[in-house]
Structures are given as structure tokens and as C-alpha cells.
């Protein structure tokens, strides 16, 4: 069993539709979660940043951590064209090495 | 532009040749990471630096690997004798030590193809 497990799937939506995007893990060592976007052919950039189970709201994205059930996700309301890239989660622990998900590619349809 | 940077961004080479990737951090960043990402796969960690000292390997870093940050500040990924399977996206990050959250900040990545 891999540590970080997304459901690999493209994902098509209209735009202005809710993206729901989501990743479980194994590792209860993990301490720090992350959803980063990547645009083809750039490296990631950080989108969303928690520490502790609950909801971190910021302008069209939330991210939602449950510890309890290992399950992390990611909303984006009012999806835009712009929004239509590569999302990935992402988890370490109190080290510094990142476990990523395998991504989820979005594409918002105008 | 004061991103992390990384040069060459591709690089094609045949199987059995060697190959040197560079990665620049941000200036103030002590930390340096290396992930590889083959296509339709997250990154995977290979390394990483705090200032000169190479702190972790993952044991994906095969003995044809090597990384270096000689002065604490870029670094570079050498692949010996190239194979086929080394073909991916070569990202690079930097973050600093302290904070709670130590944000990673990736570099655009290397490409790599290997004939």
C-alpha cells in the first residue's frame, strides 16, 4: 500500500461547477498536508496549506483535513478555465520529505 | 526573478552517457530538495541538502546518483551511465528550517529523455 493514495482519474467540469478532489493515507506520522497545482510542464506550486483537522478557507479553495479517517480533500467553488491544471496532495511528516499523491488533471470547460 | 531555478530545462541524451542537472534555490533558503516525477506520477523524494550536508537519500538513489551543494547554496544532480528508465521530470526545491510549515518551492524541473 502506497502511503498517499489519490485516484489518479481526469476530471472534467463546466465552468463555474464545484471541484472536488480527494486523497487517504496510511501514515498516522503525518503531521502537514498540502495541495500544490501544477500547469504542464512547470514544477508545482503550493495552493493550500493545514496542520490540523478541519476546514482552511482561502478565496474559491478549501481544504478539508479528517486525521481520524486519514482524509484529506480539496473544493474549489466557481471553477474557472484557469483553474484546468494538474492538482496534487501532498504530506510529510516532522521530516522534510514530501509524499505526493499521484494527481488528479482538471479541466474546466468554458 | 528570485524563484528556484533549474538548468538545463531538457536534456536528451543516449543510454549510457552521463548527465548533470544544476538547481539554484532561493537566495535565503538553506534547505534544497531533489524529486523526480515520471509522467502521470506525483514527485518522489530523491534527496535532500541543509546548507552542505546531504541529510537523506531515498533508496531510489541508486549508486549511479550522485548530488552535491558544495557551498550551501546550488546544488547538482549527476546520473552516471544513463538508462532508459531515468527518463522524467528532475524537480528541484528549496524552503527554509525554521517556521512550522518549512514551505518547499519547486523549480520549473528538468526534463530528461534517455534514448
Known amino acids: 500500500q502506497k502511503e498517499v493514495e489519490q485516484d489518479p482519474g481526469p476530471l472534467s467540469v463546466p465552468e463555474g461547477a464545484i471541484v472536488s478532489l480527494n486523497c487517504t493515507y496510511s501514515?498516522?506520522?503525518?503531521?502537514?498536508f498540502m495541495w500544490y497545482r501544477q500547469y504542464s510542464r512547470k514544477g508545482p506550486e503550493l495552493l493550500m496549506y493545514t496542520y490540523s483537522s478541519g476546514n482552511k478557507e482561502d478565496g474559491r479553495f478549501t481544504a478539508q483535513v479528517d486525521k481520524s479517517s486519514k482524509y484529506i480533500s480539496l473544493f474549489i467553488r466557481d471553477s474557472q478555465p484557469s483553474d484546468s491544471a494538474t492538482y496534487l496532495c501532498?504530506?510529510?511528516?516532522?521530516?522534510?520529505?514530501?509524499?505526493f499523491g499521484k494527481g488528479n488533471q482538471v479541466v474546466v470547460i468554458p | 526573478d528570485t524563484g528556484v531555478s533549474q538548468d538545463p530545462r531538457h536534456k536528451i541524451t543516449k543510454r549510457g552517457q552521463n548527465v548533470t542537472f544544476r538547481c539554484d534555490p532561493i537566495s535565503e533558503h538553506n534547505r534544497l530538495y531533489w524529486y523526480r516525477q515520471t509522467l502521470g506520477q506525483g514527485p518522489e523524494f530523491l534527496t535532500y541538502?541543509?546548507?552542505?550536508?546531504?541529510?537523506?537519500k531515498s533508496r531510489l538513489l541508486s549508486d549511479r546518483f550522485s548530488a552535491e551543494r558544495p557551498k550551501g547554496s546550488f546544488s547538482t544532480l549527476e546520473i552516471q551511465r544513463t538508462e532508459q528508465g531515468d527518463s522524467a521530470m528532475y524537480l528541484c526545491?528549496?524552503?527554509?528550517?525554521?517556521?512550522?510549515?518549512?514551505?518547499?518551492?519547486f523549480g520549473p524541473g528538468t526534463r530528461l529523455t534517455v534514448l
Open positions: 501532498a504530506m510529510r511528516d516532522g521530516n522534510n520529505r514530501l509524499a
Open positions: 501514515n498516522s506520522a503525518f503531521q502537514y
Open positions: 541538502f541543509q546548507n552542505e550536508a546531504q541529510l537523506e
Open positions: 526545491a528549496s524552503s527554509l528550517s525554521s517556521g512550522p510549515y518549512n514551505e518547499q518551492f
